[in-house]
């Protein structure tokens, strides 16, 4: 596969060539700028659509009529979009008109200074092209509205999102008036579509910078429209404490805790986290358009959390291991760690002593359903009670081997355990 910046490049090359005026342009050059590796490259032009698909073997329309279409080579896809200037936001999300316009037009009616660069990559020297002060700002390390502040919140009330989302991966600020916007229109947030919504708030809480983005979040009041719920400032703790690759759902869970019981006190903490998972998921199921899966994972994750924090120590071994083997274990203990830390030094060592076991956490079952039915037990319901009965001796040690395994099931089957 070819380097996207070099399909870019050819594609601003080909519409040179076709008479038009082309740039790199947005987020890439922003990336480029600050020594990062851009993840995708976005090309503006003064070619109108049925120019760029006249230039172009293999190109798709998401957005004609605003002047954006896809231009694929090599299996590489760039967005090329019409220099544009846009009419009023009666909606919110889009204008309701837009006028293929100049570089300097197109570069004004952008969100934040630092994404409204353009970039010339067949010209000598850095070939940077700046209408709006982004270079100032990529310096100061500012996250800066172009123009009024206030209109482009009014325009689309989910760039308050991406402002803090942009500041929290980028480690910039936000510039006190655009700041100030943001909280001013905060309330706003509430009208824009809950997929749209919940996108913005998976990037964030998928990113490392997670808890920057929280604290922002609370700190401006977005996150009461963002989740649909009251405004909260937690100060974000045990988001703060998961480790860099931590999942979306992890984060979810830990801000969750944050946010509603995080002050509790070790007795009442246990109880609170299992009756906040189902109550929780249900709600941001809802505010952020969650799927089953992350659904399942956050409620999974609390679940897990009570039962650390209530009920460790009263677990068998074999549940003990079954319960460190779960897929939310790793998030529930984090979480732990950072609300409750005695409490999780003691399952974190007791999980390391049982992971020195013969068979570790997790074996292999020593049998399976088919060994069942092969010593003549018929097929149905209580398999799943012999297999799992046969699986907590396997994981205590009192069966070491197959055949030890099948004759207790067996035993079982004939009720004689």
Known sequence: MPEPRDIATRIVRTLRDGGETAYFAGGCVRDELLGLRPKDYDVATSAV???????????SEVGASFGVMLVRIEGVVVE???????????????????????????????????N??????????????????????????????????????????????????????????????????????????RGVSRERVGEELRKMLAHPAR????????????????????????????????????????????????????????????????ALGPEIARRWRRSLCLSNEETDALADALGG???????????TRAEKKRTASSPWFPAASWILGARLPAIAARVAADTEDLAREPGGLH???????????????????????????????????????RAEALALAVQMASGGA
């Not at 659509?49 to 190109?59: E, H, N, Y």
């Not at 310096?139 to 009024?148: C, M, P, T, W």
């Not at 039962?307 to 120590?313: D, F, K, Q």
């Not at 092969?374 to 040690?397: I, K, M, N």
């Open 49 to 59: 659509p049925a120019a760029v698909r006249g230039l172009f073997r293999s190109v």
């Open 80 to 114: 090329v979009a019409t220099f544009r200037e846009e009419g009023a936001y009666s909606d919110s999300r889009r204008p309701d008109a837009v006028r293929f316009s100049t570089p300097e037009a197109d570069a004004r009616r952008r969100d934040f200074t630092i």
């Open 116 to 189: 409204a660069l353009f970039l010339d990559p067949l010209r000598g020297g850095d070939g940077v092209i700046d209408y709006v002060g982004g270079r100032a700002d990529l310096a100061a390390r500012l996250i800066r509205a172009v123009g009024s502040p206030d209109d482009r919140l009014r325009e689309d009330h989910l760039r308050a999102l991406r402002g803090v989302r942009l500041a929290a991966r980028l480690g910039f600020a936000i510039e006190a008036g655009t700041r100030a916007a943001i909280a001013a229109h905060a309330s706003e947030l």
């Open 211 to 274: 808890a920057a983005a929280a604290r922002d979040l609370e700190a401006l009041g977005l996150d009461a429209s963002a989740l649909d719920e009251p405004h909260v400032e937690s100060g974000v703790p045990a988001l703060g404490a998961l480790p860099e690759d931590a999942g979306f759902a992890a984060a979810l869970a830990a801000w969750a805790v944050d946010r509603r019981i995080g002050a509790l006190a070790p007795s009442a903490f246990a109880a609170a986290a299992g």
């Open 305 to 315: 959390l009570s039962t650390l924090a209530g009920r460790w120590e009263s677990l």
């Open 363 to 401: 074996p292999p079952p020593l049998i399976t359903g088919d060994d069942l039915e092969e010593a003549g037990l018929a097929p149905g319901p209580v398999f799943r009670r012999l297999l799992d009965a046969a699986y907590d001796a396997q994981l205590e040690h009192r069966v070491r081997n």
